[in-house]
């Protein structure tokens, strides 16, 4: 069946949603999909027929040894290569300061390096970080929302209000088309702070950009939106807190 | 730490940060899931096993690269699982042995955990529904449906496997694929007579 760009393609919804398309047939539903709203629909619909497929099934009950399989495996894995290893608060600072090339940036690294000289493979989370900045530098810290619980971050802005740097921990890392956002809030407008990524590891930093010195914002948010940013917040929020005083 | 208070999401963030405690509990909630379609998938024991394995092992080295916004953590562990079955039947290049009415009609399975009740409730429903919808589904329409989702085999060559025409496999599954949609979307109302094939 050959289909034009503008022909409907309801038949093959099931099929595509399913899976079992030829990629040809795949192609077609695409090419045609983006500028049919009754056909997204129709299809988001099929993909939760999908979803909901395994709930229809007969279960199996897995043998009782297969868990102590499974650990095993995963034991041997992480002795081959120990992927997971935190990595230390030197790096991810290191990495938090890298464009800190103008003078404040070089002081607040220098503090931040007599700050951890003492403990600093003893930090393990953000939170022990903000404990321990001094008053030449003012934190604020990131939440995360019900969308990334384990997500945390913290912005480190400068007395003055006109530099900033922002850490943050635990973010799923995204696909090439998204990047994560940093709204910076006042009454209510949202100026952009920048993009950024995170690793795998779901850390990232990013050196701030502000239209308006920092310390006239009240509130910060982070938002997933397409590579390169948006003009205002689209996607979830991932992140989110409030200046206090 | 008691990982049984924690949601599904939670738990892969745990696992992301290499908590073997949090994959023990995935490993409970899911198990029988993972198992179940691997099984109806492949139709040995074995190889299901060995794909469980394989799914768990990908869930802890790349918990990090799910994204809650996108999917439910149970959709995310049964596309992991679907795939692996598929390519594991497409490589062995033989007769799938896939069950052909793998299909019940019976309170199963919590599918997953999440801090939001209402939404738990409302799969709840959405999931009886399905099942009631599938057990009304003509077998033929059913057969043809477990080796598309199970089997993940185009229209053709499921139409070998059944020796039935093209036509009538793609028309199979488009019906059962239109019954259970409208199930899912308007539960019983939805619940017209069907054109049999």
């Known amino acids: 069946m050959n289909i034009e760009p503008n022909d409907h393609v309801t038949d093959w919804l099931p099929a595509y949603a399913l899976g079992i398309l030829s990629d040809a047939e795949c192609e077609a539903v695409e090419s045609h999909l983006p500028s049919c709203q009754a056909c997204r629909e129709e299809l988001a619909a099929y993909a939760r027929v999908v979803e909901a497929l395994p709930a229809g099934m007969v279960l199996h009950i897995p043998p009782a040894d297969l868990k102590d399989k499974v650990m095993q495996r995963i034991h041997r894995t992480a002795q081959a290569a120990p992927q997971k290893a935190e990595r230390t608060w030197w790096r991810r600072l290191k990495d938090a300061f890298r464009p800190a090339t103008t003078a404040w940036g070089w002081v607040s690294f220098v503090l931040v390096l007599f700050l951890a000289f003492g403990n600093l493979f003893a930090w393990q989370r953000l939170s022990a970080l903000e404990r321990r900045v001094s008053a030449d530098l003012i934190t604020i810290a990131l939440q995360g929302t019900e969308v990334t619980p384990q997500a945390t971050g913290l912005l480190v802005v400068s007395r003055d209000g006109r530099h900033g740097t922002l850490v943050v921990d635990g973010l799923p890392a995204l696909d090439a088309v998204h990047q994560y956002q940093l709204w910076l809030i006042r009454d209510g407008e949202r100026d952009s702070g920048g993009v950024f990524a995170v690793d795998t590891e779901g850390y990232g930093s990013l050196w701030i950009e502000a239209p308006q010195p920092l310390l006239e914002y009240s509130a910060f948010g982070i938002t997933i939106e397409p590579a390169g940013g948006s003009a205002g917040p689209t996607g979830d929020k991932v992140l989110g807190g409030e200046r206090s005083g | ?197």
């Open chain 2, 1 to 197: 730490m008691d990982y049984k208070t924690l949601d599904d999401v939670s738990l892969i963030a745990r696992i992301a940060h290499a908590d073997e405690g949090a994959l023990d509990e995935l490993y409970q909630r899911y198990s029988r899931l993972v198992f179940s379609v691997a099984l109806h998938s492949l139709g040995e024991a074995t190889l299901a096993e060995e794909v469980t394995q394989e799914v768990f092992l990908r869930i802890w080295k790349k918990a990090e690269t799910y994204r809650a916004s996108h999917a439910k953590v149970y959709t995310w562990i049964v596309a992991i699982t679907r795939n692996r079955a598929i390519d594991i039947l497409r490589q062995a290049r033989r007769r799938p042995q896939i069950d052909p009415l793998p299909w019940v009609d019976q309170d199963s399975l919590k599918m997953h955990a999440s801090e939001d009740i209402e939404l738990e409730i409302e799969d709840a429903i959405q999931h009886q529904r399905l099942r009631a919808a599938l057990a009304k589904l003509p077998k033929a329409q059913r057969e043809a449906l477990a080796y598309a989702f199970f089997g993940g085999f185009s229209h053709q060559e499921i139409a070998d496997l059944l020796a039935q025409p093209l036509g009538t496999v793609k028309t199979r599954i488009r019906l059962a694929m239109q019954r259970l949609k409208q199930a899912l979307q308007f539960g019983d109302e939805g619940d017209e007579p069907s054109t049999r094939t």
